[in-house]
């Protein structure tokens, strides 16, 4: 969905962190660490990065990467979609500061 959103802003070039180790070496074209099953999962995700110039993948070690953990555990969490770009939520506000990155614009 995050790349989605993004081809929807426009954007031609990406930066993707995760902190599935898994996730980003079947991207990659790795599949020793079993990705095979979660194939239909980056299948999805080919197609949708084929509509950037360039996407550059990296994992993140989930202790340093916080606010995504936070971000995605709170929209596993949502009813509906929202839009956290201008104003993210509340509960998500404390991790951003403390992870260096704007609470709010």
Same mark, same amino acid.
């Given at each position: 969905?995050?790349?989605?959103?993004?081809?929807?802003?426009?954007?031609?070039?990406?930066?993707?962190?995760? %902190?599935?180790?898994?996730?980003?070496?079947? +991207?990659?074209? %790795?599949?020793?660490?079993?990705?095979? !099953? +979660?194939?239909?999962?980056?299948? &999805? +995700?080919?197609?949708?990065? %084929?509509?950037?110039?360039?996407?550059?993948? =990296?994992?993140?070690?989930?202790?340093?990467? =916080?606010?995504?953990?936070?971000?995605?555990?709170?929209?596993?969490?949502?009813?509906?979609?929202?839009?956290? &770009? !201008?104003?993210?939520?509340?509960?998500?506000?404390?991790?951003?500061?403390? %992870?260096?990155?704007?609470?709010?614009?």
């Amino acid at each position: 969905m995050g790349l989605e959103f993004a081809a929807n802003l426009g954007y031609s070039d990406v930066y993707v962190e995760t %902190d599935s180790k898994t996730l980003v070496d079947g +991207i990659k074209g %790795d599949i020793r660490n079993r990705a095979w !099953t +979660i194939r239909p999962f980056i299948e &999805v +995700i080919w197609h949708r990065a %084929d509509q950037f110039r360039r996407v550059f993948w =990296r994992w993140i070690q989930r202790s340093t990467n =916080r606010a995504a953990h936070e971000a995605a555990a709170i929209g596993c969490r949502a009813v509906e979609l929202e839009s956290w &770009v !201008t104003q993210p939520p509340l509960s998500l506000i404390h991790v951003l500061v403390s %992870d260096g990155l704007p609470g709010s614009a």
